[in-house]
């Protein structure tokens, strides 16, 4: 192969690369996961008290560092046809350092309680379609 026909072919080489990189970036957009919406825990109530996300959107739980009584996350009440039920109910019960998560898929109304705190600490998340 002569000189001239090796540097042709590392062009040609060049542009198919080139092609593949900008037709995979366009092919795949990479989308990052939303962030979850944050909903702190603290003495004695839920910050904010009322949140609104897309269907298959999160809610992550913090627990104040200023908490001195201990707290957690129950669904009181979910949307009709709502299977996992328990999935939206934190099993631990704590004063502060504690974060809980959860996705939600299924649309509609989401009730949480504080079991200790019943009366006080209410959240409602609101999950459209
Ligand atoms: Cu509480």
């Known amino acids: 192969m002569s000189r001239r026909a090796l540097l042709r072919a590392g062009a040609l080489l060049a542009a198919c690369v080139t092609a593949v990189a900008l037709f995979g970036a366009a ?3 990479a989308k990052p996961p939303a962030k ?10 839920f910050g904010p008290s009322a949140v ?10 913090v627990w104040s560092d200023l908490n001195t ?20 109910s934190s099993k631990t019960t704590a004063v502060t350092e504690a974060q809980f998560q ?3 898929t299924t649309p509609g109304t989401y009730k949480f309680i504080c079991t ?3 009366t006080e ?8 379609k």
């Open 27 to 29: 092919a795949s957009p």
């Open 36 to 45: 979850p919406t944050i909903v702190s825990v603290n003495d004695f109530y």
């Open 52 to 61: 609104t996300i897309k269907k298959g959107g999160s809610v992550k739980w």
């Open 69 to 88: 009584y201990p707290h957690d996350v129950h669904l009181k009440k979910g949307p009709n046809g709502l299977k996992n039920k328990g999935y939206y």
């Open 102 to 104: 959860r996705t939600f």
């Open 116 to 118: 200790i705190h019943p």
């Open 121 to 128: 600490m209410k959240l409602t998340v609101t999950v459209k």
